[in-house]
Protein backbone atom coordinates (compact mmCIF):
# COMPACT_ATOMS: atom_id res chain seq x y z
CA UNK A 1 0.00 0.00 0.00
CA UNK A 2 1.64 3.14 -1.25
CA UNK A 3 1.87 5.66 2.50
CA UNK A 4 3.68 8.31 3.74
CA UNK A 5 6.12 8.52 6.57
CA UNK A 6 6.08 11.98 7.88
CA UNK A 7 9.10 13.50 10.08
CA UNK A 8 8.69 15.00 13.64
CA UNK A 9 10.01 17.25 14.15
CA UNK A 10 10.23 19.20 11.00
CA UNK A 11 9.97 23.08 9.63
CA UNK A 12 9.79 26.19 11.74
CA UNK A 13 12.52 26.37 14.63
CA UNK A 14 12.57 28.63 17.72
CA UNK A 15 14.97 31.05 15.67
CA UNK A 16 13.05 31.25 12.88
CA UNK A 17 9.67 31.68 13.95
CA UNK A 18 11.37 34.89 16.63
CA UNK A 19 12.84 36.26 13.03
CA UNK A 20 10.16 36.08 10.90
CA UNK A 21 8.14 37.43 13.85
CA UNK A 22 10.12 40.17 13.95
CA UNK A 23 9.63 41.41 10.35
CA UNK A 24 6.03 41.15 10.93
CA UNK A 25 5.87 42.80 13.84
CA UNK A 26 8.50 45.54 12.85
CA UNK A 27 6.02 45.96 9.73
CA UNK A 28 2.95 46.01 12.76
CA UNK A 29 4.66 48.56 14.67
CA UNK A 30 6.52 50.98 12.84
CA UNK A 31 4.70 50.58 9.39
CA UNK A 32 6.26 49.47 5.60
CA UNK A 33 8.89 49.77 4.86
CA UNK A 34 11.22 47.42 6.97
CA UNK A 35 14.22 46.97 5.39
CA UNK A 36 15.75 43.53 6.11
CA UNK A 37 19.50 43.03 5.20
CA UNK A 38 20.00 39.84 2.81
CA UNK A 39 16.62 37.02 3.57
CA UNK A 40 15.48 36.96 6.90
CA UNK A 41 15.44 32.98 6.88
CA UNK A 42 16.44 31.37 4.10
CA UNK A 43 13.36 30.09 2.71
CA UNK A 44 11.17 31.86 -1.04
CA UNK A 45 8.19 31.34 0.57
CA UNK A 46 8.70 33.48 3.69
CA UNK A 47 10.64 35.90 1.89
CA UNK A 48 7.94 36.66 -0.71
CA UNK A 49 5.19 36.94 1.58
CA UNK A 50 6.92 39.60 3.80
CA UNK A 51 7.93 41.41 0.92
CA UNK A 52 3.83 41.57 -0.37
CA UNK A 53 3.67 43.12 3.61
CA UNK A 54 6.22 45.75 3.17
CA UNK A 55 9.52 44.24 3.71
CA UNK A 56 12.16 45.85 1.52
CA UNK A 57 15.27 43.17 1.20
CA UNK A 58 18.55 44.25 0.52
CA UNK A 59 21.97 42.81 0.57
CA UNK A 60 24.01 45.52 2.67
CA UNK A 61 23.06 48.39 4.58
CA UNK A 62 24.38 50.88 2.26
CA UNK A 63 21.19 50.26 0.55
CA UNK A 64 18.66 51.26 3.15
CA UNK A 65 18.00 54.87 3.16
CA UNK A 66 19.78 56.78 6.07
CA UNK A 67 17.88 57.07 9.38
CA UNK A 68 15.84 54.29 8.21
CA UNK A 69 15.13 50.96 10.15
CA UNK A 70 16.39 47.65 9.15
CA UNK A 71 15.96 44.36 10.29
CA UNK A 72 19.46 41.97 10.30
CA UNK A 73 18.51 38.36 9.64
CA UNK A 74 18.43 35.13 11.72
CA UNK A 75 22.02 34.52 10.53
CA UNK A 76 23.45 37.02 12.08
CA UNK A 77 26.10 39.70 11.30
CA UNK A 78 29.53 40.65 11.70
CA UNK A 79 30.64 43.86 13.70
CA UNK A 80 31.72 45.60 10.86
CA UNK A 81 28.20 45.25 9.41
CA UNK A 82 26.87 46.85 12.66
CA UNK A 83 29.26 49.99 12.63
CA UNK A 84 27.73 49.98 9.31
CA UNK A 85 24.71 50.64 9.79
CA UNK A 86 25.24 52.90 13.18
CA UNK A 87 27.24 55.39 10.49
CA UNK A 88 24.18 55.39 8.54
CA UNK A 89 22.31 56.18 11.58
CA UNK A 90 19.78 53.32 10.86
CA UNK A 91 17.03 52.22 13.70
CA UNK A 92 18.31 48.20 14.11
CA UNK A 93 16.41 45.16 14.88
CA UNK A 94 18.94 42.23 15.81
CA UNK A 95 16.78 39.20 15.12
CA UNK A 96 20.02 36.84 15.40
CA UNK A 97 18.97 33.26 16.24
CA UNK A 98 20.15 33.22 20.07
CA UNK A 99 22.09 29.85 19.36
CA UNK A 100 24.35 31.44 16.56
CA UNK A 101 24.74 34.82 19.14
CA UNK A 102 26.16 32.00 21.44
CA UNK A 103 28.97 30.88 18.52
CA UNK A 104 29.83 34.44 17.81
CA UNK A 105 30.39 34.70 21.85
CA UNK A 106 32.86 31.81 21.97
CA UNK A 107 34.66 33.25 18.79
CA UNK A 108 34.94 36.76 21.05
CA UNK A 109 36.24 34.68 24.10
CA UNK A 110 38.59 32.36 22.25
CA UNK A 111 40.38 35.16 19.94
CA UNK A 112 40.34 37.20 23.42
CA UNK A 113 42.25 34.16 24.68
CA UNK A 114 44.52 34.23 21.76
CA UNK A 115 43.52 30.58 20.45
CA UNK A 116 43.51 29.23 16.56
CA UNK A 117 39.70 29.10 15.70
CA UNK A 118 39.02 26.44 13.56
CA UNK A 119 35.73 27.25 12.11
CA UNK A 120 34.01 24.18 10.38
CA UNK A 121 31.21 25.65 8.27
CA UNK A 122 30.71 26.79 4.31
CA UNK A 123 32.98 29.88 3.49
CA UNK A 124 30.06 32.44 2.04
CA UNK A 125 27.10 31.69 3.74
CA UNK A 126 25.90 34.63 5.65
CA UNK A 127 25.74 32.72 9.17
CA UNK A 128 30.03 31.52 8.57
CA UNK A 129 30.71 35.23 7.17
CA UNK A 130 29.12 36.94 10.13
CA UNK A 131 30.82 34.49 12.66
CA UNK A 132 34.48 35.00 11.12
CA UNK A 133 33.78 38.60 11.29
CA UNK A 134 33.98 38.34 14.62
CA UNK A 135 37.73 37.73 15.03
CA UNK A 136 39.28 37.35 11.45
CA UNK A 137 42.67 37.72 12.61
CA UNK A 138 42.28 34.57 14.86
CA UNK A 139 39.52 32.77 12.53
CA UNK A 140 40.26 29.67 9.98
CA UNK A 141 37.02 28.34 8.09
CA UNK A 142 36.72 24.68 7.76
CA UNK A 143 34.54 23.63 4.50
CA UNK A 144 34.93 20.01 5.27
CA UNK A 145 36.95 17.11 6.10
CA UNK A 146 38.66 17.69 2.80
CA UNK A 147 40.29 20.64 3.81
CA UNK A 148 41.49 19.73 7.22
CA UNK A 149 45.06 18.74 5.33
CA UNK A 150 45.58 22.38 4.83
CA UNK A 151 45.06 23.86 8.17
CA UNK A 152 47.69 25.61 9.27
CA UNK A 153 47.96 26.63 13.36
CA UNK A 154 50.42 29.11 15.03
CA UNK A 155 50.81 26.56 18.39
CA UNK A 156 49.06 23.20 17.97
CA UNK A 157 48.04 22.91 21.98
CA UNK A 158 46.25 26.14 21.99
CA UNK A 159 43.64 25.52 19.11
CA UNK A 160 39.83 24.99 19.27
CA UNK A 161 37.12 24.10 16.53
CA UNK A 162 33.63 26.10 16.51
CA UNK A 163 30.63 25.35 13.96
CA UNK A 164 28.08 26.70 11.89
CA UNK A 165 24.55 25.74 13.23
CA UNK A 166 22.91 24.18 10.17
CA UNK A 167 25.85 21.62 9.32
CA UNK A 168 25.54 17.56 9.22
CA UNK A 169 26.14 16.21 12.58
CA UNK A 170 28.32 13.41 11.03
CA UNK A 171 30.25 15.32 8.43
CA UNK A 172 31.12 17.87 10.97
CA UNK A 173 32.06 15.18 13.83
CA UNK A 174 34.49 13.42 10.27
CA UNK A 175 36.13 17.28 10.30
CA UNK A 176 36.75 17.16 14.34
CA UNK A 177 38.11 13.56 13.77
CA UNK A 178 40.68 14.21 11.14
CA UNK A 179 41.84 17.98 12.93
CA UNK A 180 42.08 15.94 16.41
CA UNK A 181 44.37 13.51 14.10
CA UNK A 182 46.64 17.04 13.32
CA UNK A 183 46.10 18.38 16.28
CA UNK A 184 46.00 15.72 19.49
CA UNK A 185 44.89 19.21 21.65
CA UNK A 186 42.31 19.97 19.87
CA UNK A 187 39.70 21.49 22.45
CA UNK A 188 35.71 20.98 22.03
CA UNK A 189 33.36 24.05 22.13
CA UNK A 190 31.81 24.38 25.72
CA UNK A 191 28.53 23.28 24.41
CA UNK A 192 27.54 21.96 21.14
CA UNK A 193 27.24 24.66 18.33
CA UNK A 194 25.16 22.41 15.65
CA UNK A 195 21.57 23.66 16.88
CA UNK A 196 19.03 21.56 18.43
CA UNK A 197 16.32 21.69 15.75
CA UNK A 198 19.31 20.43 13.07
CA UNK A 199 19.73 17.92 14.65
CA UNK A 200 16.21 16.59 15.49
CA UNK A 201 15.53 16.86 12.17
CA UNK A 202 18.58 14.87 10.94
CA UNK A 203 17.41 12.17 13.60
CA UNK A 204 13.96 12.26 12.54
CA UNK A 205 14.96 11.63 8.61
CA UNK A 206 17.50 8.93 9.82
CA UNK A 207 14.75 6.98 11.32
CA UNK A 208 12.52 6.75 8.58
CA UNK A 209 14.63 7.25 5.56
CA UNK A 210 15.79 3.04 5.90
CA UNK A 211 12.02 2.70 4.94
CA UNK A 212 11.41 5.36 2.36
CA UNK A 213 11.95 4.60 -1.56
CA UNK A 214 12.05 8.54 -1.70
CA UNK A 215 12.52 11.05 0.62
CA UNK A 216 11.10 14.32 -0.44
CA UNK A 217 12.66 17.89 1.67
CA UNK A 218 10.59 20.76 1.85
CA UNK A 219 13.21 23.93 1.66
CA UNK A 220 14.83 26.24 -0.42
CA UNK A 221 17.86 25.20 -2.26
CA UNK A 222 19.96 28.47 0.06
CA UNK A 223 18.75 26.81 2.96
CA UNK A 224 21.46 24.73 4.34
CA UNK A 225 20.07 22.33 6.40
CA UNK A 226 17.79 21.70 3.90
CA UNK A 227 19.96 20.66 1.44
CA UNK A 228 21.59 18.68 4.59
CA UNK A 229 18.44 16.74 5.37
CA UNK A 230 18.50 15.18 1.59
CA UNK A 231 22.52 14.12 2.31
CA UNK A 232 21.31 12.65 5.89
CA UNK A 233 18.05 10.90 3.73
CA UNK A 234 20.32 9.33 1.35
CA UNK A 235 23.53 8.33 3.75
CA UNK A 236 20.57 6.59 5.92
CA UNK A 237 19.35 4.60 3.49
CA UNK A 238 16.76 6.37 1.55
CA UNK A 239 16.92 4.65 -2.50
CA UNK A 240 16.31 8.54 -3.62
CA UNK A 241 15.93 11.82 -2.12
CA UNK A 242 14.87 15.05 -3.38
CA UNK A 243 14.61 18.97 -2.14
CA UNK A 244 11.70 21.04 -3.49
CA UNK A 245 10.42 24.50 -2.63
CA UNK A 246 6.99 23.31 -2.84
CA UNK A 247 4.75 20.76 -4.21
CA UNK A 248 4.76 22.41 -7.73
CA UNK A 249 8.79 21.10 -8.29
CA UNK A 250 7.42 17.17 -7.95
CA UNK A 251 8.38 15.10 -10.77
CA UNK A 252 6.20 12.26 -11.96
CA UNK A 253 9.41 10.25 -12.64
CA UNK A 254 10.87 10.07 -9.26
CA UNK A 255 6.91 8.44 -8.08
CA UNK A 256 7.90 5.43 -10.57
CA UNK A 257 7.79 1.78 -8.55
CA UNK A 258 7.20 3.97 -5.31
CA UNK A 259 5.58 2.27 -2.26
CA UNK A 260 6.69 4.48 0.49
CA UNK A 261 7.66 8.46 0.34
CA UNK A 262 9.02 10.30 3.23
CA UNK A 263 8.73 13.66 3.98
CA UNK A 264 10.07 16.22 6.04
CA UNK A 265 11.03 19.76 6.02
CA UNK A 266 13.84 22.42 6.56
CA UNK A 267 13.74 24.66 9.45
CA UNK A 268 12.92 28.04 7.89
CA UNK A 269 10.11 26.26 6.12
CA UNK A 270 6.03 26.93 7.08
CA UNK A 271 4.14 24.15 7.81
CA UNK A 272 1.54 25.08 5.22
CA UNK A 273 4.21 24.20 1.96
CA UNK A 274 4.19 20.83 3.81
CA UNK A 275 0.51 20.36 3.72
CA UNK A 276 0.48 21.48 0.22
CA UNK A 277 3.04 18.93 -0.78
CA UNK A 278 0.65 16.10 1.44
CA UNK A 279 -2.38 16.93 -0.70
CA UNK A 280 -0.15 16.79 -3.80
CA UNK A 281 0.87 13.21 -2.65
CA UNK A 282 -2.78 12.09 -1.85
CA UNK A 283 -4.01 13.10 -4.77
CA UNK A 284 -0.73 11.01 -6.57
CA UNK A 285 -2.52 7.80 -4.21
CA UNK A 286 -0.20 8.42 -1.07
CA UNK A 287 -3.07 9.18 1.03
CA UNK A 288 -2.12 6.93 3.98
CA UNK A 289 0.10 9.38 6.50
CA UNK A 290 2.01 7.96 9.38
CA UNK A 291 4.11 10.56 11.63
CA UNK A 292 7.12 9.24 13.15
CA UNK A 293 7.90 11.77 15.90
CA UNK A 294 11.82 11.54 17.72
CA UNK A 295 11.45 14.39 19.72
CA UNK A 296 9.33 17.10 21.01
CA UNK A 297 10.74 21.15 20.65
CA UNK A 298 8.64 23.30 22.67
CA UNK A 299 11.66 26.31 22.48
CA UNK A 300 10.12 29.58 22.72
CA UNK A 301 12.54 32.86 22.25
CA UNK A 302 11.78 36.17 23.03
CA UNK A 303 11.27 38.50 20.39
CA UNK A 304 14.05 41.78 19.83
CA UNK A 305 14.16 44.01 22.67
CA UNK A 306 12.95 46.67 20.33
CA UNK A 307 9.35 44.31 19.71
CA UNK A 308 9.07 43.91 22.95
CA UNK A 309 6.03 45.72 23.69
CA UNK A 310 2.68 43.74 23.77
CA UNK A 311 2.39 40.47 24.10
CA UNK A 312 4.08 37.70 22.63
CA UNK A 313 2.22 34.90 20.94
CA UNK A 314 2.60 31.89 20.41
CA UNK A 315 5.04 30.28 17.39
CA UNK A 316 3.41 30.25 14.56
CA UNK A 317 4.22 26.99 12.28
CA UNK A 318 2.76 28.75 8.80
CA UNK A 319 2.15 31.48 6.99
CA UNK A 320 -1.30 32.57 5.90
CA UNK A 321 -1.36 30.73 2.17
CA UNK A 322 -3.83 33.92 1.32
CA UNK A 323 -1.01 35.90 1.45
CA UNK A 324 1.29 34.22 -1.65
Known amino acids: MKKVLL ?3 RGYCAGV ?3 VVAVEKALEQYGAPIYVRKEIVHNKYVVSTLAQRGAIFVDDTDEVPEGARVVFSAHGVSPAVKDAAEARN ?4 DATCPLVSKVHKEAVRFAKDDFDILLIGHAGHE ?3 GTYGEAPEHIQIVNSPADVDGVVVRDPNKVIWISQTTLSVDETMETVRRLRERFPALQDPPSDDICYATQNRQVAVKKLAP ?3 LVIVVGSANSSNSVRLVEVALEAGARTAHRVDGAGELEESWFASVETVGVTSGASVPEVL ?3 LLESLAARGFGAVEEIRTATEDLLFSL ?8 RRAPRRSLPIEAV
Open 274 to 276: VDE
Open 304 to 311: PRELRSGP
Open 7 to 9: AAP
Open 90 to 93: LATI
Open 17 to 19: DRA
Open 211 to 213: QCD
Open 127 to 129: EVE
